[in-house]
C-alpha cells in the first residue's frame, strides 16, 4: 500500500522548488536542503516544504533532513556530480532509500550504477521549447498545460477507489477521468478502475492529494 | 478563524459554570491564568507550524520529531481529547437547547428538567443525554457523507457568536445586577486560592484552538508573518471575551447561581437580565440562548472534523490501519475515521459532563507538553532548519509551558483522584489500549512487509524508463 512518501529534496533552485510545490500538491512530505538564505526565506513564505539550511552534501545537514525516515532523495542541484555525491552519501546512511540525481548531459548511462534514477530537465524543456517554436495547434499535453496536471495513474491494489466503477466514485470537483484503461478508450461511467491498471486523469492542484488518495490509497 | 471560532464559542458557554461550581467569583482568575500558561505553548505552536508546512496540527509537528511510538501516543491522545471534547460539547448543547425552548415555553425550565450534569439518575436525564447523542449522531453522519463547509461559512460563524457575546457583554454590564456586582469572598468556600488550579485544569480544554488553528494552516499565505499573527489574535481576543463575559456572568447571577446552573449558565445569567417582552423573540435573553445552542453546535462540528482529521493522518502515516487514511469512494471523505471518531464520541456523551471537560482538558495539557517538547528537541537536533518564526527568549518561554502544563496535570490528577476516578480511569485506559494496540499493529505490520518486497514501484511513470 501507498502511503504518504518523506522526501529529501537537496537544492531549491528552480528545478528543486518546482518538484517540491508539485510534490507537496500530490500530498507528499518534502523537505528541502538548501544553502542559500534568500532562497530559503523565499521558500519558506510559499509554505510547501520543510527547508534545512546548509550543504545537503554534509552528513550533519543530511542527518537534520532525517535521511534515516526518508523514503526517497533527489539530488536536484545545478551540480551532477554534488548531485550523484549526495545520493551516493544517503544510500550509505540508508540503504534503503531511493535516490534521484538531476544529470546535465544528456548521456545518462554512466550514472546508473550510482543512482537510482536520473532526470536531466533540460531535456524535457527543450521538449517544451521545440513544441513552442513549432508553434503547431495541436499537440500532446506533455508539459504544456498551465497548473492543469494531467497524469498516468496506477490505480493501487486496496486503494479506496480500486475496483469501482467510474460512476461510485466521486472524484473532487476538478477531476476528470480521461481514458480507460490501457488508453485504448475514453473513460465512461461504467469504466471500472482495475487495481494495477493505468488511467490518464487532469487534475487541479488543490484536488491533487484527494484523487492520489482515492486511487493511491 | 477557525480555531477562535472553536475556543470562543463553545467552552465559553459550557464551562463558564462548571469553573465557577469549583472555583467561585475566581472564575474570572482562571481563564486569565489559563491564558498566560498556554501563551507559552502558543508561542511553541507558532514556531513550529511556521517552519513545517503541514496541516494536521499537533501530531504533525510530533511526527516530524519524534520516533514512532511517542508520536502515535501524541496522535492517540490528541484524537481522543477531541473526540471527548466532541462529547462535551454536545452534552452542552443539550441543556442549552432546552433552555431555548423553555425560553419558548415549550418546555418546563431545564432546572426542572434535571441537574444533567449529574450522574442522578431521575426520569429527565435520558432527554438530556438522547439530544447530546442525537446532536453527535447528525453532524458525524453530515460530515461522514459530504466534504466538510468552507472556512468562510466558518468566519461567519465566528463573527455570529462574538457578536452575541458582545451583546451580552453589554447589556450585563449595564445592568442594576451587575452594578451591584459581589465578588467576594472571591474563592469558594473553603477552598482558598489553590481551588483556581483545579477549576484551570478543568476550563483548559478551552484553549484547544491552538491545535486547530495549525490543523488548517495550508491554505494560509504568508505564514512566516500570518501564523504567529492567527495565533496570538485569536489568544488576545478569546482572553479578553473571555474575562468580560465571565466578569458579568458571575457580576449578574453571582458565583453560586452559575455554579448551580451548570452548562448552562451564560444562557441563565442571560435570561436573567436581558430585556423581555420583545416581538417575535420574546426575550432579549433567547438570543443568547441560542448563541449557546449555536456554539456548542459548531463547536462540536470542529471537532467532529478535527478528531478524524488526526485519525485521518495517523492513518496516511502508517499508525493507525490504513483504512483511516483512505477517502471513501463514494463519499470523498475520511469516512472511517470519522465514523471511528464517532463511536468513541457516542460514548462519551454517556459521561457527566465535569468528566467529559476533565478527560478531555488532561489530554490537551499532556499533548501541549510535548508540544513544547518537541520545540526543544527539534532546536537541538536540527539547529540548521530554517524557521521563519523563532519565538524570543528561547529556550524560556517552552520550558515554562512544560512546567506550568505539568503543574496543571499534577493538579488535576489530584483532583481527579479525590472526586472523578471514573475519568482518570477512563483515560489511563484509552492510553493503555493505545499501547497494546500499537504494539499488535506494528508486529502485524511488520510480519507483513516481511513477506512483501517494498514497494519500488510508485515513481510517476514519466520517470520511468
Excluded at chain 2, 327 to 337: C, E, K, N, S
Excluded at chain 2, 379 to 401: A, C, H, Q, S
Aim: charged fraction near 15%; hydrophobic fraction near 50%.
Amino acid at each position: 500500500m501507498t502511503m504518504t512518501l518523506d522526501i529529501i529534496i537537496a537544492g531549491g533552485g528552480r528545478v528543486g522548488f518546482e518538484t517540491a510545490a508539485l510534490l507537496d500538491t500530490r500530498g507528499h512530505d518534502v523537505t528541502v536542503v538548501e544553502s542559500d538564505g534568500d532562497r530559503c526565506d523565499a521558500m519558506a513564505d510559499e509554505y510547501v516544504a520543510t527547508i534545512i539550511r546548509g550543504d545537503a552534501s554534509n552528513p550533519d545537514i543530511l542527518r537534520q533532513a532525517d535521511v534515516a525516515g526518508s523514503d526517497v532523495i533527489a539530488g536536484l542541484t545545478g551540480l551532477p556530480g554534488l548531485n550523484l555525491a549526495i545520493c551516493m552519501e544517503a544510500a550509505e546512511l540508508n540503504p534503503e532509500i531511493r535516490t534521484v540525481a538531476r544529470i546535465t548531459e544528456r548521456d545518462q548511462e554512466g550514472y546508473e550504477r550510482f543512482v537510482g534514477e536520473t532526470v536531466f530537465p533540460e531535456g524535457a524543456g527543450a521538449r517544451v521549447a521545440a513544441n513552442e517554436i513549432e508553434g503547431s495547434d495541436v499537440r500532446t499535453l506533455a508539459d504544456v498545460t498551465g497548473t492543469l496536471d494531467i497524469m498516468e495513474i496506477r490505480v493501487e491494489e486496496g486503494a479506496p477507489a480500486a475496483g469501482k466503477a467510474l460512476r461510485d466514485v466521486r472524484f473532487p470537483a476538478g477531476t476528470l477521468v480521461i481514458s480507460d484503461d490501457d488508453g485504448e478508450r475514453v473513460a465512461r461511467p461504467e469504466t471500472t478502475l482495475a487495481p494495477g491498471k493505468r488511467y490518464v486523469i487532469a487534475v487541479e492542484p488543490d484536488v491533487a492529494d484527494e484523487v492520489m488518495n482515492l486511487l493511491r490509497g | 478563524m477557525i480555531g477562535m471560532g472553536a475556543m470562543i464559542g463553545a467552552g465559553i458557554f459550557v464551562l463558564t459554570g462548571l469553573a465557577a461550581e469549583i472555583a467561585g467569583p475566581a472564575a474570572i482568575l482562571v481563564f486569565a491564568l489559563n491564558g498566560v500558561v498556554t501563551a507559552f505553548t502558543g508561542l511553541s505552536y507558532a514556531e513550529l507550524a511556521a517552519s513545517i508546512p503541514k496541516s494536521g496540527g499537533g501530531y504533525a509537528f510530533v511526527r516530524e520529531v519524534f520516533a514512532d511510538l511517542p508520536s502515535f501516543v501524541m496522535g492517540w491522545m490528541l484524537w481522543f481529547a477531541y473526540m471527548i471534547a466532541g462529547g462535551l460539547y454536545a452534552l452542552g448543547f443539550a441543556p442549552n437547547f432546552l433552555e431555548l425552548l423553555h425560553v419558548y415555553d415549550l418546555t418546563p425550565a431545564p432546572d426542572q428538567v434535571g441537574a444533567v450534569a449529574l450522574p442522578v439518575v431521575d426520569a429527565a436525564v435520558p432527554a438530556a443525554v438522547g439530544l447530546a447523542f442525537v446532536a453527535v449522531l447528525g453532524l458525524v453522519v453530515l460530515n461522514a457523507i459530504s466534504t466538510a463547509a468552507s472556512g468562510s461559512v466558518e468566519t461567519i460563524f465566528t463573527l455570529i457568536k462574538v457578536s452575541i457575546l458582545v451583546v451580552f457583554v453589554a447589556f450585563g454590564a449595564t445592568s442594576p445586577m451587575f452594578t451591584s456586582a459581589e465578588f467576594q469572598p472571591l474563592f469558594a468556600d473553603g477552598g482558598g486560592p489553590l481551588s483556581i488550579l483545579p477549576a484551570m485544569g478543568l476550563t483548559f480544554i478551552a484553549f484547544e484552538g491552538y491545535d486547530l488553528i495549525t490543523t488548517v494552516t495550508e491554505e494560509v499565505k504568508n505564514p512566516r508573518e500570518n501564523i504567529p499573527k492567527a495565533i496570538f489574535v485569536s489568544l488576545a481576543v478569546t482572553v479578553v471575551v473571555y474575562l468580560a463575559v465571565v466578569s458579568v456572568a458571575v457580576g449578574t447571577l453571582g458565583a453560586d447561581g452559575l455554579a448551580a446552573a451548570g452548562e448552562a449558565g451564560i444562557a441563565q445569567a442571560a435570561t436573567e437580565f436581558m430585556p423581555t417582552g420583545l416581538p417575535v423573540i420574546r426575550n432579549g435573553g433567547a438570543i443568547i440562548v441560542f448563541g449557546a445552542v449555536f456554539s456548542t453546535l459548531t463547536a462540536l462540528n470542529a471537532v467532529v472534523i478535527a478528531s478524524s482529521r488526526v485519525a485521518f493522518s495517523m492513518g496516511r502515516e502508517d499508525q493507525l490501519l490504513p483504512s483511516f487514511g483512505q477517502l471513501h469512494h463514494r463519499y470523498g471523505t475520511p469516512f472511517v475515521a470519522i465514523l471511528a471518531s464517532g463511536v468513541v464520541m457516542l460514548g462519551s456523551v454517556a459521561l457527566p459532563t465535569q468528566s467529559a471537560g476533565n478527560m478531555s482538558s488532561l489530554f490537551f495539557l499532556l499533548s501541549f507538553i510535548v508540544v513544547n517538547g518537541s520545540v526543544i528537541k527539534l532546536r537541538r537536533e536540527r539547529p540548521d532548519m530554517n524557521r521563519p518564526y523563532k519565538m524570543p527568549y528561547y529556550p524560556i518561554p517552552p520550558v515554562l509551558g512544560i512546567v506550568l502544563n505539568l503543574i496543571l496535570t499534577g493538579v488535576l490528577v489530584e483532583y481527579l483522584l479525590r472526586t472523578d476516578v471514573l475519568a482518570l480511569g477512563l483515560s489511563a485506559g484509552w492510553i493503555a489500549l493505545g499501547v497494546v494496540a500499537y504494539a499488535v499493529y506494528t508486529r502485524l505490520g511488520a510480519d507483513e512487509s516481511a513477506s512483501k518486497p517494498t514497494g519500488a514501484d510508485e515513481t510517476a511513470p514519466q520517470t520511468d524508463d
